[in-house]
T-cell receptor, first 114, second 118 residues
Framework: AQSVTQPDIHITVSEGASLELRCNYS??????LFWYVQSPGQGLQLLLK??????LVQGIKGFEAEFKRSQSSFNLRKPSVHWSDAAEYFC????????????FGQGTRLTINP | GAVVSQHPSRVICKSGTSVKIECRSL??????MFWYRQFPKQSLMLMAT?????????EQGVEKDKFLINHASLTLSTLTVTSAHPEDSSFYIC??????????????FGEGSRLTVL
């Protein structure tokens, strides 16, 4: 069964600093990987996704993520965070084929210090 | 872009009543929709997969008689929480997968519906 682990429950960074959010997955086949962002009381917005090709994926809002099969990781990065990036971030894994149900990680809450 | 709309966004009901939440794909057809539940400060847990024209597939531990799902058309799935109790209070989020077109296979999420049962 697939699973996703986000080791960091809460991260605080200063505005303008770089950011890396960790995500490790367990999946028996080729994974379909996602990062979503959720503002309080809102739904989910897709930041980026990976299912094949270049292992460095560019997303919206200046985010990128790198798929490392050997480490079963899909970490999210941003070179310089903005106060508006404060939110909850979820990593998810799904099947490329079939029903494409997603399994989500526990989420990482990002706080930005001014 | 593609939009998935949920209604209502917030609902408060009395214990013992039933509540219906709608999930609509506004500009694409969705053979499959997914219903998730999210407790405060926690992740999303998949409840069921809603299939147009057939019965929903429920995840282990989810009571199908408690959470009734109907997917009567290619753009609408409904989740009815029957005889709601305070422990059913949660944030319910749906997602829809585009069946055809340029974004085939891509998942889109609704903005969620917050249910509070008094």
């Amino acid at each position: 069964a697939q699973s996703v682990t986000q080791p960091d429950i809460h991260i605080t960074v200063s505005e303008g600093a770089s950011l890396e959010l960790r995500c490790n997955y367990s999946y028996g086949a080729t994974p379909y990987l996602f990062w979503y962002v959720q503002s309080p009381g809102q739904g989910l917005q897709l930041l980026l996704k990976y299912f094949s090709g270049d292992t460095l994926v560019q997303g919206i809002k200046g985010f990128e993520a790198e798929f490392k099969r050997s480490q079963s990781s899909f970490n999210l990065r941003k070179p310089s965070v903005h106060w508006s990036d404060a939110a909850e971030y979820f990593c998810a894994v799904g099947a490329l084929q079939g029903a494409q149900k997603l399994v989500f990680g526990q989420g990482t809450r990002l706080t930005i210090n001014p | 872009g593609a939009v998935v709309s949920q209604h209502p966004s917030r609902v408060i009901c009395k214990s013992g009543t039933s509540v219906k939440i709608e999930c609509r794909s506004l500009d694409f057809q969705a053979t499959t929709m997914f219903w998730y539940r999210q407790f405060p400060k926690q992740s999303l847990m998949l409840m069921a997969t809603s299939n147009e024209g057939s019965k929903a597939t429920y995840e282990q531990g989810v009571e199908k008689d408690k959470f009734l799902i109907n997917h009567a058309s290619l753009t609408l799935s409904t989740l009815t929480v029957t005889s709601a109790h305070p422990e059913d209070s949660s944030f319910y989020i749906c997602s829809a997968r585009e069946t055809s077109g340029k974004r085939t296979g891509e998942l889109f999420f609704g903005e969620g519906s917050r249910l509070t049962v008094l």
